[in-house]
């Protein structure tokens, strides 16, 4: 299975909360689990990337959290702002075959002043 | 402008018409990706290319749709005889090598009308 599973679709924060994006995938031979930003009209733009080798990785206030076991990760995003309003899509790829990328369905954030 | 560049941004297509789509990838990147993304989805992978050479083309429609990257000059796909259900916005990925982060253009906008 290829596919990548991204909750949730929408989600309204007010400005220093912290949203939560989760996903979840099936192919167990993924080794490279990037998160995008896109802003409308954009391209996406690589935000932060994990390995499943570490658990966590900290990118400024951005963090993701990674469980091998449960085959789920997730982003974090700390005192969150209205300049963060996006759509955030969390993917994932094989390493040995080209890289090529699995993307979740996105989750468009509002982060309210 | 060290980034991915796309042209043209936007293209509007008649049906029956064909769409060729323009990328150059950023300094140094000899591997090109190709995405499309529907109205409210994610982005799906269409083909992986290096210069002179279609490495995966597996998400590509078998018909219809083809992509180069030649030895001089930007990558190019190519849609002939579009339909509406060809709208989308068309984004180009490059990387340094297999296996490297992806960095996305800002997209072609095709509308077919």
């Known amino acids: 299975q290829q596919q990548v599973k991204q909750s949730p679709q929408s989600l309204i924060v007010q400005k220093g909360g912290i949203p939560i994006i989760n996903c979840a995938y099936e192919?167990?031979?993924?080794?490279?689990f990037p998160w995008y930003q896109q802003f409308p009209g954009k391209g996406p733009a690589l935000l932060i990337a994990?390995?499943?080798?570490?658990s966590e990785k900290k990118e400024g206030r951005f963090t993701i959290s990674f469980n091998k076991s449960a085959k789920q990760f997730s982003l974090h995003i700390m005192d969150s702002q209205p300049g963060d309003s996006a759509t955030y899509f969390c993917?994932?790829?094989?390493?040995?075959?080209?890289?090529?990328?699995?993307f979740g369905g996105g989750t468009r954030l509002m982060v309210k002043p | 402008n060290a980034g991915v560049m796309q042209n043209p941004r936007h293209l509007v297509r008649r049906r029956g018409q064909e769409a060729r789509l323009r990328c150059s990838p950023m300094?140094?990147?000899?591997?090109v990706y190709w995405y499309r993304q529907l109205p409210e989805e994610g982005l799906k992978f269409m083909v992986y290319?290096?210069?002179?050479?279609?490495?995966?083309e597996s998400g590509m429609p078998k018909e219809r749709f083809s992509a180069e990257f030649p030895k001089e000059g930007p990558s190019i796909l190519r849609i002939q005889q579009v339909v509406r259900g060809d709208s989308a916005a068309y984004f180009c990925?490059?990387?340094?090598?297999?296996?490297?982060?992806?960095?996305f253009g800002p997209g072609t906008r095709l509308t077919v009308t």
């Open positions: 990925a490059s990387s340094w090598d297999r296996g490297y982060e992806q960095y």
């Open positions: 192919n167990t031979a993924f080794d490279y």
């Open positions: 994990i390995r499943p080798d570490v």
């Open positions: 993917a994932a790829s094989k390493n040995n075959a080209g890289n090529m990328l699995t």
């Open positions: 300094k140094g990147h000899s591997h």
């Open positions: 290319l290096q210069k002179e050479n279609i490495i995966d």
